[in-house]
């Protein structure tokens, strides 16, 4: 790698931790409305720290000479986010007065849209941290990419490559300019932020926490603002709203577009959201009356918490209405199970995706029809487009390492001396991005602030592997990619 583009990354990442350190202007605000003072001055030193940090990466300019190939862009997505984090957990640090451990296992469990916490007392937190928490969510569901790819033609660089690396879309461009399409983009999650919070707020939470669970929701993060998650709130109408918010996310972005610019059907003819769609209403419709038969629940109720607990886990929110380990060993292993499916390619949601699964059934369907005509030429489609060689390498190589990667961190976690249910439900729970587990310690009713810190750092690494979806890591760590 050149220095020229070891230069430019950096110049970059600069501007990224100035954006970050004028953003902490808005945690400062609310602590101003909200008359809490006393915690101004954690923000403003986090800002001025960060602030300076990245002036000085800027300092000298834009490198005159250099841009990044395509290989470097897995650099910079790896640097954003950690560089990002480390400076975005100060604030945490300051307030909370808990460990960096802690904040930046807080931070990376925020930006990467897990919602893992070791956190507790948030119902009496500091509103600038609930708020900064919230955005971390919001930033790093598509907000902050989004931005990258604004910035990053300006510097004669292949935006749209980035976000690419980032969200394993493979649709087709809805603009042919990168910079564009994240404009549409951003003034969408704009919208559809501000949307949700003004409906949480109608139905029944205060404005305070129907902005935080916009941003939360709609990233399909899941930092709430009560240790009780959603369950705080009783009124269905919020759950059912919440449960909206959350498959909005979970959609893909320049599908919104495209119905925006005069495809207006084109998220109901695709293939992914449709099925998608079905298998969040078929899993909750038939959970819901299991859980009616089994508990004191009546179906419509029975349904709902189902629905919103379901589509929780599937679009790895992580958000969570009681605690659905108690509903018996079935339900324990259903929501395991749920923990793998992820969203849409393409939104904000983390897991496997749904049009992998899609996929992997169009394969063997024609693999069973190979079998049945031997001789006949099959050919292998997906959403009208053909599956050819690249793709299925792809996509059987990041499902490899997609298990790899949660076995051997369930491993580390219970060497260093977890129970077998929360060092695998936590690896799955990090690599996926859904942020509960099961069992007692990190399941819906619990946290992560038992786990000892080798346990947190460990997780933190699988959360940042599952949200830049393994290789884009992976290909650091080999000798090849620094060679030349």
Not at 41 to 60: D, H, K, N, P, Q
Not at 85 to 95: E, G, K, N, S, Y
Not at 195 to 218: K, R
Not at 255 to 271: E, N, P
Request: glycine letters at 10%; proline letters at 3%; one cysteine or more.
């Amino acid at each position: 790698m050149s220095f020229a583009a070891i230069r430019l990354i950096g110049f970059i990442l600069g501007i990224f931790l100035i954006t970050l350190a004028v953003s902490m202007a808005i945690p400062m605000i609310t602590l101003v409305i909200y008359g809490r003072s006393d915690d101004l001055s954690a923000f403003l030193w986090s800002s001025l720290i960060t602030f300076v940090c990245g002036l000085l990466m800027i300092v000298r300019g834009r490198p005159d000479t250099g841009q990044l190939r395509p290989r470097d862009m897995y650099l910079l997505t790896t640097a954003s986010w950690v560089v990002v984090c480390m400076f975005a957990a100060l604030p945490m640090v300051f307030i909370s007065d808990i460990s960096y451990t802690d904040a930046f296992f807080e931070t990376m469990s925020g930006i990467t849209t897990t919602g893992s916490t070791v956190l507790t007392g948030l119902d009496s937190a500091s509103p600038g941290l609930l708020i900064w928490r919230s955005m971390l969510h919001w930033l790093g569901g598509i907000g902050f990419i989004g931005m990258a790819v604004a910035i990053l033609p300006l510097l004669r660089v292949g935006g749209m490559r980035l976000f690419q690396t980032e969200s394993s879309d493979w649709s087709d461009k809805v603009t042919p300019r990168s910079h564009m399409a994240a404009k549409y983009i951003l003034v969408l999650y704009l919208g559809l932020t501000g949307i949700g919070a003004l409906a949480l707020w109608l139905v029944g939470m205060t404005p305070f926490e129907a902005v935080n669970h916009a941003m939360s929701l709609i990233s399909t993060g899941g930092f709430s603002t009560s240790d009780a998650s959603l369950g705080h709130w009783t009124q269905p109408a919020i759950h059912w709203v919440a449960t909206a918010i959350m498959i909005l996310g979970s959609l893909p972005f320049t599908l919104y577009v495209a119905s925006l610019r005069g495809d207006r059907l084109a998220l109901i003819k695709d293939h992914q959201v449709r099925g998608f769609i079905g298998f969040l209403l078929v899993t909750s419709l038939a959970v819901g009356t299991w859980l009616c038969f089994h508990s004191d629940y009546g179906w419509w109720d029975a349904f709902r918490i189902v629905a919103v607990n379901v589509t929780s886990v599937v679009t790895t929110t992580g958000i969570a209405v009681g605690d659905y380990t108690l509903w018996g060993s079935f339900a324990v292993l259903l929501f395991f199970y749920l923990t793998f499916v992820g969203g849409c390619s393409g939104s904000t949601a983390g897991g496997l995706k749904i049009f992998r699964f899609q996929v992997a059934g169009a394969l063997l369907v024609s693999s069973l029809k190979q079998l049945i005509h031997p001789r006949a030429v099959i050919q292998k489609k997906y959403n009208g487009h053909p599956i050819d060689e690249e793709i299925l390498r792809s996509l059987l190589t990041f499902s490899f390492f997609f298990t790899i990667t949660i076995a051997a961190i369930a491993l580390g976690l219970a060497l260093i001396g977890l129970d077998w249910t929360t060092a695998l439900s936590g690896a799955a729970t990090a690599v996926c991005n859904v942020g509960p587990g099961l069992g007692a310690i990190i399941g819906p009713a619990g946290n992560f602030s038992s786990l000892p810190d080798a346990a947190k750092w460990l997780l933190t690494v699988g959360m940042l592997l599952g949200r830049l979806e393994i290789l884009t890591v992976l290909v650091l760590v080999t000798p090849v990619f620094w060679r030349y």
